[in-house]
């Protein structure tokens, strides 16, 4: 299988809506959708491709844009957090700086609390496998259509966004499988590569990220193999199932997963679904609906006899060209009943690389000094910056304290301050 890393990182807020209805408040997805890779994607690479290529990459599920998670502050991919994850409703929390903490955590699939102790499951935020979390906090604007003809604001025409905001990470990958051509997997990369504009409202102020190869995040992979009757799947995105007759089906059976006879137990599962119907930009009309198992649910299932089984990380079902259908079996993190996590260590270490020491040349202690100089510069400019305003605020208290109307001047006036900067730039006499 092909396999390329992306790193992700937002130039602009962006606007993901978990829903496209037109009216109503508009709730924002807290990760990229692989669908929106995609669509950027085929806008600049579809007319170059046959129509053979062309279905290959963007209809068939052999070549797969995932979902984009946030990395951590240690730099690794993370994870939709696991809906069998319970912490106390009171007392400590599970999640303390950014991190789990595991004897707060409680997987319901081994284990539950006390009949006299209130469980909260554990929905938003992602986990990294050394315990790490994010939970991304959106931000919303108020905004309103303008009338073109007035130049004013519309009546009635009031809107909102919630966006994920600028400047975050995050990780992706493009899959495919063997038999896609080497070339035509390498022009996807390149088309992928560079500023691209994703979600809604991308003419105005959001959608701008810049997507990169040169990816430095990093994910441990178990490939050990075990011999199990229970099988655990966590599902990475979300899932399209269809059942015997075509339908789409919310009750998967081991045939969907490749798994040798067996039963889905509920009781130990934990699921959670939701319905939509995406839109289309380039056909400007919605798509069929769909109907889904949402990403962090866990299926359990017992099967008939043991089988030998890979920790893997693996894509079924539909609209897999879009992220969807990404799933890990039998993930370690979920064996126990409370998670352990993986003591790494920092990788991020070995690619940085001691500096050479200065040579001792007229031209390098000469660039020494202006790098010295430039940062002493910029000190004295943020310290300016802060007298400034502690000077602003003691201006707002005085003419508070007087009751002095606003827009009379209250302390020195410009002119007198430029005297003071004539005083002290002239040497002392």
Known sequence: MLIQNFTVKLLENVVLSQRAATVGGHASLDYLPGAS???????????????????TVFFSGKV??????????????????????HERK????????????????????HEQFPLDVQPVQLRTGYIAKDGSVTRIT??????????????????????????????????????????????????????????LAIGRSRSAEYGNVKVTTDST??????????????????????LALLDEFGQSTLLPTTQ????????????????RSRHYAPFNGHYCRRELERTVLSMGSILYFELTEE????????????????????????????????PEFEKIEKRSSSFKKKAPKQPDLPLARWLSSQVDQSDQTQKIQKQAKDWTMDLNSLYNSARSLAAVKKGIRVGPSPSQWGRVLDFSTKPNI
């Open 217 to 238: 995040w990093f994910e441990d992979h178990q490939d050990k193999e075990v011999k199990k009757k229970e099988i655990t799947i966590w599902l990475l995105s979300d």
């Open 138 to 195: 959106t931000e919303f604007k108020m905004k309103t259509a303008i009338n073109s003809k007035t130049g004013r604001a519309s009546e009635g025409q009031l809107f909102g966004y919630s966006s994920i905001p600028k400047g975050m990470n995050f990780g992706f990958k493009l899959e495919a499988d063997q038999d896609v051509s080497q070339a035509l997997f390498q022009k996807v990369i390149n088309h992928l590569t560079g500023n």
């Open 37 to 55: 890779f995609l669509g950027a994607t085929a806008a600049s690479l579809y007319k170059e491709l046959s129509q053979a290529d062309a279905y």
């Open 90 to 109: 009171t007392g400590d929390k599970a999640i303390q700086d950014n991190k789990l903490v595991q004897k707060h955590v409680l997987n319901y699939i």
């Open 256 to 271: 969907h997963f490749g798994l040798p006879q067996g039963n889905l137990i509920l009781e130990k599962c934990f699921i």
């Open 307 to 338: 089988s030998q089984f890979t920790r893997q990380q693996m894509s079924i079902g539909l609209y897999r060209q879009a992220g969807l259908g990404q799933i890990l079996i039998n993930p370690s993190l979920l064996e126990t009943s409370h």
């Open 64 to 85: 797969r844009f995932g979902n984009a998670f946030p990395l951590s502050q240690n730099n690794r991919l993370s994870y939709p957090m696991p809906l069998c994850w």
